[in-house]
């Protein structure tokens, strides 16, 4: 089984040396087990970074011959930096990992183990959070809360560190979608999958390239690329605001009849702009429905993938 390893780097020249010294030596030892092909790769996709990243891939390319480089023409973003690396390398397996090591690649041992199993998707999950400040944890946790809640299938605490096999891959190039957001992408394509679980460590150095407003911007995507629910939403406010008048004229009208309090005027100026409004929000999410449809089929995603036939 070849394996390879696609890391996208932007700005990345602090890390670079150490990281490759460090995922060299373990496709070293996975090589001398013989649990992966001498001719397995580390792929550096450099997102058009602006320091001396692409040099040193350069550098350590020509020193070694598992090391390779892809150079994109300008930034993209990590999503867009790793589809590339994805879509480019060979090998039966393919892990993609930042170029930080914040997550531990000692279980890429295991995650390789797991394919040899028979597993085609291996999932990294942070166990804890502990080395994240009290705000990164409670907005990340969040984020994964409210992506569930919004009717999204992503795996709890995994971000973009995950094994796939040469097929679950193939099955991702059929997602035609521009607003990349993989990690709720790869569960949609199916098979039989697993999870890793390791600490998160911090980043030995460097800084982190998703400051909150990149974060903020990247979770938004996630849930208007993946899900209907705000659209939906705003249909059932305008219903609960008809309902509401509903239930408002009632009550008017038990006033008028029952008591001698009624306020001459009140029920036809106030009634109508409650009536109408709610009335207009509930039409205006049905045509978000509609938009919602036609975003999803703009998307052109496969509708089944064949995992056997017999
Ligand atoms: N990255 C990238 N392009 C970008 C921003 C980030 O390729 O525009 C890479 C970065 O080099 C790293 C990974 O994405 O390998 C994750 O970034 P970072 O570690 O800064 O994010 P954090 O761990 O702080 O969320
Ligand atoms: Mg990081």
Known sequence: MTLAIVVPCYNEEAVLGETAHRLLELLGRLIASGRIDAHSTICFVDDGSKDHTWELIEKRASESLHVKGIKLSRNRGHQNALLAGLFSVEGDAIISIDADLQDDISVIETMVDR????????YGVRKERTVDTPFKRASAEGFYKLMRLMG?????????YRLLSRRALEALKEFKEVNLFLRAMVPLVGYQSAQVFYDRAERFAGESKYPLKKMLAFAWDGITSFSVMPLRLITATGFIIFIATLLMSAWVLGVKLFSDEAVPGWASTVLP?????????FALGIVGEYIGKIYMETKERPRFIIEKQI
Request: hydrophobic residues 45%.
């Open 152 to 160: 999204v299938d992503i795996v709890y605490n995994h971000a973009d």
């Open 115 to 122: 394919h040899l199993e028979g597993y085609d998707v291996v």
């Open 273 to 281: 702009i409650y009536f109408i409004g709610g009335i207009q929000v």
